[in-house]
């Protein structure tokens, strides 16, 4: 009790003291700040490497993760079969395992791992922040986003000989659920007839199609119930294509990505193998758990594209605000690549952020410049990617200081509730 003294003498002190009071106001023309004529040039001509269009620009800033919001790239898995079940692997075992292979490719893209090669190398290895989620059609209680089909026609998969039937699409089209927001993951057993062949190993496998993947090999050597392990490189290769990866050992567009004698497969097998397998997602190893740099940069590239099929599958996390995802600016950041946020974006004092792409503002947002804090728009676009509108940009000031709003080669500030003029 006796604390209790001090505390209401102290308060009531305040309350009759003259001290600066923070005050909060939506942004007008008058509080732009205007930059020297030879400075207000598009970036090209003020040789400012171009952004928004290089993948280096896409990749996870490890010092400030919370820029990257993760993002969740929705599945559906349907299991091929024939009409009459040859294929024994069916019903609420099959539902599990869908359910644990995804989880388990999951937990590759959360540890992403360090390449094996170049054998010795230091390649920094980043967060891959993207993830996978089952996603049933959300009209239909009943649906959990794992599908059966019985069908002696469209069941199987052939990868090789004159029946081969892995690029066609009749299957997807037959049985696809929503394909456009939705990535579809067909399971195929290979064909019976290629199985008996000694000369056709009915090995894990699969193909991307531009919008939809085939995976075989799983009934073939599925023989415990958490076999999934041994599958979920196959899936995240395949979702790898999806995103637009091509395989590390081509011309795949990343100077990070190893070449290497594909004849290795295990890291067990004897010299050179120990040290010349490769491990990296989009090679074919026994093991396939690491992204680079290059290859992450690449599908958040591809995923902050606006109407790119990739970004189409994504779960607009984006439209709907979270104060949980607020972005807190207290250092000196850039972003030079797009970005969809999910929370209020504020700069604190000695906060200074500059933007130079498109940056979606979740519905309501609010963009808080706090005295001693600069946001910089260099022809960035700021908008919100849901068709909605967020709120606007506020300016504090206390005493005579108040934040500062630069902006720079003609910014384009959309769906803004509360606009410049007003
Ligand atoms: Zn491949």
């Not at 007839?193 to 075989?216: E, H, R």
Request: net charge negative; aromatic share 10%.
């Amino acid at each position: 009790m006796k604390y209790y003294i001090p505390l209401i003498f102290l308060l009531s002190t305040l309350a009759g003291a003259c001290f600066p009071i923070l005050q909060s106001r939506y942004v007008t023309a008058a509080d732009i700040e205007r930059v020297p004529q030879s400075y207000d040039a598009p970036l090209e001509r003020r040789n400012v490497a171009l952004p928004c269009g290089q993948w280096a620009d896409y990749l996870p800033d490890t010092s400030h993760l919370d820029h990257t919001p993760m993002r969740y790239i929705r599945v559906n898995v349907h299991w091929m079969n024939s009409a009459d079940t040859l294929f024994k692997f069916t019903g609420k075992d099959a539902e599990v395992y869908a359910k644990n292979l995804i989880r388990a490719a999951n937990y590759d893209l959360e540890k992403n791992r360090s390449m094996y090669l170049p054998y010795g190398n230091e390649t920094p290895v980043l967060p891959t922040r993207y993830r996978y989620l089952l996603t049933p059609r959300p009209d239909d209680p009943n649906d959990d986003g794992i599908y059966f089909h019985y069908d002696d026609e469209l069941y199987y998969y052939v990868h090789r000989g004159k029946n081969r039937n892995l690029y066609k699409r009749d299957v997807f089209e037959k049985y696809g659920v929503q394909m456009d927001t939705v990535l579809n993951i067909f399971i195929m057993p290979h064909h019976p007839d290629s199985i008996a062949s000694p000369t056709y190993s009915a090995f894990g496998v699969g193909v991307a199609l531009s919008n939809a993947v085939k995976v075989a090999g799983i009934y073939a050597n599925h023989t415990k119930y958490d076999d999934y392990w041994g599958f979920r490189g196959i899936w995240n290769h395949e979702v790898g294509h999806i995103l637009s990866l091509s395989h590390a050992w081509v011309n795949d567009g990343c100077d990070d990505t190893p070449q290497h004698d594909q004849k290795c497969f295990s890291i067990k097998q004897p010299p050179p193998c120990d040290t010349a397998t490769s491990n990296n997602v989009m090679d074919y190893a026994a093991e396939q758990n690491a992204w680079s740099p290059c290859q992450i940069g690449r599908i958040h590239q591809r995923l902050a594209t606006e109407n790119s099929t990739q970004r189409k599958f994504l779960l607009p996390t984006w439209c709907t605000l979270k104060d949980s995802m607020e972005i807190v600016i207290r250092d000196t950041v850039e972003w030079n690549g797009a970005k969809d946020l999910e929370g209020h974006l504020t700069i604190e004092r000695g906060g200074q952020l500059t933007i130079r792409c498109r940056v979606s503002m979740p519905p309501g947002g609010i963009i808080t410049i706090a005295p001693g804090g600069m946001l910089i728009l260099d022809g960035a676009r700021l908008h919100n990617a849901c068709g909605e509108l967020w709120d606007g940009i506020v300016v504090q000031k206390i005493a005579n200081e108040a934040g500062k709003l630069i902006l720079i080669a003609e910014p384009k500030l959309e769906d803004m509730k509360h606009t410049l003029e007003e």
